[in-house]
């Protein structure tokens, strides 16, 4: 299969989950949520099919390692020249590498999983929640295929209106609240990385005589030659770098991550935690530091101490919490701390950790939320002191409690320890910011054990003094098989990760190559001077 046919399958995964919405909106709501399904499995099966195709693909990733296998262009009716917008330079360009391939096959596998363990728990205004788990996966989907900037923000921002309703409309008690803060959090963000689109956009347009154009390609071709003065790169690295470490997030920038995930439904704490954030992290890699590498290197450093507070911040915050879903939405902080760290270091090693390690995430997260989820279910309480001794009635539940939680820990032989193993050792050997972040950053390796046995020990051993918990059912036949792709997927990777650092490192490596190489070329004239 050529390039140009993957790149026309990654047009059809795009749009695939609408087409469900218009059957969810005609069909009686008791059938509303079979549909969403089928449209789940589907689109997981097809990006199967096209990950298949991806792999067989006899050329490699072309040279600058940004441009990827598959592109592929959108020729609207109104223009004959391939344009989106008919008098701009602005293309739908889609495209998978090895950064992007398992976030999108991840995305894939946590909606239909979040969406069959919806069907228990979401019994009111059935049609519109479903209606918007599928626009949501066309976003996420949009955000890591997206080859041109403004389509990105198109579909970056497309995703922020599904789960403002998911959490204000089907959250907890405290919904609005909660809902307000992270739409009004991240949209702030993002309307600085728009500015900073329209000045690139219309900048290197007016340079290579379109007038304007954010396609990626186009434009990091003319900043490899024509590199931005410092002063602009500068302004345009933070408007960029800023919206992204919002959706992270960073400390301090978290304070809406905390109150979303506790008052959203599970589903899309599930999607919250392992996608959404993911958007931040992924495009500090797709567009952060490709587009502004000398700025990404001169402030490597800042952005590897904000990581490295997340790290230790997040686990002592998470120590405190009294609330299991609090407790584990500040373990996110923490985690993704270490992702920003791996980012930052510019070593093939931490780059190619880090971009692992946002997959390892959404697994191990994922599950924990859904693990919180069910006996949130059974019990209508998630605070840990009402929880006590119940692993003597529900074996099956401790048992995959006990595997998400040593996979959030990172276990050696789980998929957690790999990323974590690479992030550490990647950002010991860089020369982009002191060793001593790395020392202190794997104080967080530890302090994650604390806070994830503190609180698996509390909540299902001791005593069942509690009449509540001595009735709790254990887990049915359906939310073992939601967990069980979960599991598989903590023990493949943790057991044989290599299959996934080969994909991930060609084009993480390019990454790391692309801004070291950009750092040294600004650095030469003052040295031969």
Known sequence: MTIDAVGTLLCWLLFLPLVGIPFIWLLPARQAKYVALAIGVGVFGFSLFIFQQYLSLADGPRPDGYVVKAIWRWFGAAAADGTWLSRYDVKLILGVDGISIYLILLTTLLFPLSTWFSFSSVNTHEKGYYILLLLLQTGVLGTFLSLDLLLFYVFFELGLIPMYFLIGIWGGK???????????????????????????????????????????????????????????????????????????????????????HVQAPTAGSVILAGLLLKLGTYGLVRFSLPLFPQTAYAYAWVLALLGLIGVIYGALAAMVQTDIKKLVAYSSVAHMGFVIMGIFAFTPQGMSGAVLQMVNHGISTGALFLIVGMVYDRRHTREIADYQGIAKVMPLFTFFFMLATLSSIGLPGMNGFVGEFLILIGSFGTEAFPRWFTVVATTGVILAAVYMLWMFRRVLFGALDKDENRSLTDLTRTEVAILMPLVVLMFWIGISATPWLDQIGSSSDAVVQWVNEAYRAAQAPVVAR
């Open 174 to 260: 405290d919904k609005i609240y909660a809902a307000i803060k992270f739409f009004l959090y991240t949209l702030a963000g993002s309307v600085l990385m728009l500015i900073s689109i329209l000045y690139l956009g219309s900048y290197v347009g007016g340079k290579v005589g379109t007038g304007f154009t954010t396609d990626l390609k186009v434009i990091l071709d003319y900043l490899a030659a024509n590199p931005l003065a410092d002063s602009t790169q500068r302004w345009l690295f933070w408007g960029f770098t800023f919206s992204f470490l919002i959706k992270v997030p960073v400390f301090p920038l978290h304070t809406w991550l905390p109150a979303a």
